[in-house]
């Protein structure tokens, strides 16, 4: 059987609610994917579940537990502090030192390599992607 590993940021919106679709280990509220957290944090706010401030601070909208974490190969939804135990197992850390940028928590940086952002003109941002490692 294949070993569980983190493929994705997410953040899980308990809402109350039952919605079809979601990771297997989540039965109220839904959960939304991007590449990294602040990917994820957008487009809540885009969905009008979050408010964000000039210094980008969030600000709640909605009631409703909001956790940040990852979802796995298998379909389970993890938080930071629970990712970071798959993370290790399956070998998934990419620094080499061993620090983390979270403490005793994951972020995806730990996870897979960043991106540039640094071709930014009137039509939006150009994204170069660098080899990641994610999958």
């Not at 079809?20 to 990917?39: E, K, L, S």
């Not at 009631?63 to 990712?83: M, T």
């Not at 928590?105 to 941002?125: A, F, K, M």
Request: glycine fraction near 8%; aromatic fraction near 8%.
């Amino acid at each position: 059987m294949d070993e569980e590993r983190l493929v994705i940021s997410a953040v899980w919106v308990d809402d109350g609610q039952r919605h079809v679709h979601q990771p297997r280990n989540i039965d109220t509220g839904f959960v939304i994917t991007g590449y990294r957290h602040c990917n994820c944090h957008y487009t809540l706010y885009l969905m009008g579940q979050i408010e964000l401030t000039m210094d980008g601070k969030r600000a709640e909208r909605i009631p409703g537990q909001k956790v940040d974490g990852f979802l796995s190969n298998k379909n389970n939804f993890y938080n930071r502090k629970d990712a970071l135990e798959i993370a290790k197992k399956a070998n998934q850390i990419i620094n080499k030192d061993g620090k983390l940028r979270g403490g005793t928590q994951l972020t995806s940086e730990d996870l897979w390599l960043s991106y540039d952002r640094d071709d930014i003109d009137n039509n939006g941002p150009k994204i170069k992607f660098r080899e990641t490692s994610i999958i």
